[in-house]
T-cell receptor
Framework: AQTVTQSQPEMSVQEAETVTLSCTYDTSENNYYLFWYKQPPSRQMILVIRQEAYKQQNATENRFSVNFQKAAKSFSLKISDSQLGDTAMYFCAFIFLNSGGSNYKLTFGKGTLLTVNP | ETGVTQSPTHLIKTRGQQVTLRCSSQSGHNTVSWYQQALGQGPQFIFQYYREEENGRGNFPPRFSGLQFPNYSSELNVNALELDDSALYLC????????????FGEGSWLTVV
């Protein structure tokens, strides 16, 4: 069974500073994707960044980047130049590709509530 | 804006009743999934539909059922509601294929009293 663990229930950061959210996962699969989703108070789950397991290069999206350590099964999210609008619940999620090569289900962690303070 | 719309936004039901939640997928998306998110938890996979057939199911009892229509819209039905069914129900749509982005709706908040 696949599991995703986020060990930081809450974090806070000052505006313009950098923060790193942690995520570890457990799987026996070799072909999978990892994601960070953001869920603001509006409840809309928004994709922040994704990482293909077969790619060694860490994904980046503007102020967001990941540190993907496949052997350690670790997938942390770094937010640079934090903004007030980054305040939200952040979920780490995992999906593996079944034998048909199709998406199946996302497995989520319990989330980290990030608060950006002015 | 993800193009995935859900209705209703909020609803309150009594234990034992039945509820239907609706989802309109992003245009062209042929795969829809439903997730249950209890307060303070991450979403849990309920089931997925592809081309109107159930394509996978999480650890939910048969009283959770669904439909996908030819236009790829979808319904989640829950019978014999229990208090623990109180949660945010999220619909997610995507194209079927490896690693395609999955888009979520804003959810339907169900309260069972």
């Amino acid at each position: 069974a696949q599991t995703v663990t986020q060990s930081q229930p809450e974090m806070s950061v000052q505006e313009a500073e950098t923060v790193t959210l942690s995520c570890t996962y457990d799987t026996s699969e070799n072909n999978y994707y990892l994601f960070w989703y953001k869920q603001p108070p509006s409840r809309q789950m928004i994709l922040v960044i994704r990482q293909e397991a077969y790619k060694q290069q860490n994904a980046t999206e503007n102020r967001f980047s990941v540190n993907f350590q496949k052997a350690a099964k670790s997938f942390s999210l770094k937010i640079s130049d934090s903004q007030l609008g980054d305040t939200a619940m952040y979920f780490c999620a995992f999906i593996f590709l079944n034998s048909g090569g199709s998406n199946y289900k996302l497995t989520f962690g319990k989330g980290t509530l990030l608060t950006v303070n002015p | 804006e993800t193009g995935v719309t859900q209705s209703p936004t909020h609803l309150i039901k009594t234990r034992g009743q039945q509820v239907t939640l609706r989802c309109s997928s992003q245009s062209g998306h042929n795969t829809v999934s439903w997730y249950q998110q209890a307060l303070g938890q991450g979403p849990q996979f309920i089931f997925q539909y592809y081309r109107e057939e159930e394509n996978g199911r999480g650890n939910f009892p048969p009283r959770f059922s669904g439909l996908q229509f030819p236009n790829y819209s979808s319904e989640l039905n829950v019978n014999a509601l229990e208090l623990d069914d109180s949660a945010l129900y999220l619909c997610a749509s995507s194209f079927r294929g490896p690693g395609n982005t999955i888009y979520f709706g804003e959810g339907s908040w169900l309260t069972v009293v």
